[in-house]
């Protein structure tokens, strides 16, 4: 069954979109928060977002310039010694 009247759709079709970015790559097409950039399921929602002194947000520094060379490091002198031991 079809309906008789029409749908008034113009306000949210020319209203701003979302903007986020998708895991297809493409950027989400859902309207956004009245005064916001997002949409309610990317952080446009009242109340969303991290709280004040999260603590989740500590960087742990495993992908720090020094740690990654140390483990090549690490690396390089466990290729040496296999190869050493190898060789024996």
């Known amino acids: 069954m079809t309906s ?20 297809s790559g493409g950027t989400c097409k859902s309207p956004a928060v009245a005064g ?9 929602a009242a109340g969303s977002g991290a709280p004040p002194g999260n ?3 500590i960087k742990h520094g495993h992908f720090t310039q020094e740690r990654r060379a ?8 466990l290729r040496q010694s296999r190869k050493t031991l190898a060789g024996m």
Not at 36 to 44: E, Y
Request: net charge positive; proline share 2%.
């Open 36 to 44: 916001k950039k997002r949409c309610r399921m990317h952080g446009g």
């Open 4 to 23: 008789a009247h029409e749908r008034n759709v113009a306000p949210m079709l020319s209203s701003m979109r979302c903007g986020a970015r998708t895991r």
């Open 55 to 57: 603590q989740n947000a």
């Open 70 to 77: 140390e483990r090549q490091r690490i690396s390089q002198l």
